[in-house]
């Protein structure tokens, strides 16, 4: 069953009137850095099989793949808000509260010949918001935190030490209403729907 339009939209503009991209958070206070690389004590070919054995272990998906260029790039992913609000700051919503990214593309490049090598990670991280049901993103500024333990597990693994695996486990974009009216609130995504014959704005059960 669905509500007619007619139905839906004086409470759908009423509930995100307050709303516009420019209150929806205020922007980041980090100041983006560039890293210098990791180096690391072992060969090329070791770094490299480290960061693809690692992506695997994760089920993290790859989009693009250079060996020749040293570059690797995956897809653009979800990532789990309760640990990634340390990984990035994306500005703070109306009420002061601190926004957690809500994706994440990586990106790794190694380089180096059959005796040395190093590597330099970054992460684009970003939010949305949605005041029209159109999800529009704006980048956050990473941190630095998932990057440089990314970079010491690849380096650890490469050099034959005993590792821990730092990186998340992502999650293919999907959509978390399933074909419901969508919004997002505070970083968060809300669907449309019926509950006992109301229709509710209701948090999504999509779970990074």
């Known amino acids: 069953m669905t509500v007619p339009r ?41 770094s490299w099989n480290a960061v693809i054995d690692i992506f695997a272990n994760q089920s993290i998906p790859i989009r693009t793949i250079d060996r020749s260029s040293g570059l690797i790039v995956t897809d653009q992913l979800y990532v789990s808000q309760n640990d990634a609000i340390a990984w990035a700051d994306c500005g703070t919503d109306p009420s002061g509260e601190k926004v957690a990214p809500a994706h994440a593309t990586y990106n790794v490049v190694v380089r180096g010949d059959s005796a040395r090598s190093s590597v330099r990670t970054t992460v684009r991280f970003a939010d949305r918001y949605s005041t029209t049901g159109t999800l529009v993103a704006y980048d956050c500024v990473s941190r630095g935190v998932w990057e440089t333990g990314m970079e010491a597990t690849i380096r650890d693994m490469a050099e034959g030490h005993p590792v821990t695996a730092i990186a998340p486990r992502p999650t293919k974009p999907a959509d978390p209403c399933a074909g419901a009216e969508h919004r997002v609130v505070h970083g968060h995504d809300e669907c449309w729907v019926q509950e006992g014959g109301t229709w509710i704005w209701k948090p999504a059960s999509r779970k990074p």
């Open 6 to 46: 007619a139905k839906v939209l004086p409470l759908v503009l009423v509930t995100l009137g307050a709303w516009c991209p420019s209150q929806l958070a205020q922007p980041p206070e980090t100041v983006p850095e560039i890293r210098a690389p990791t180096p690391v004590n072992a060969s090329f070919a070791k």
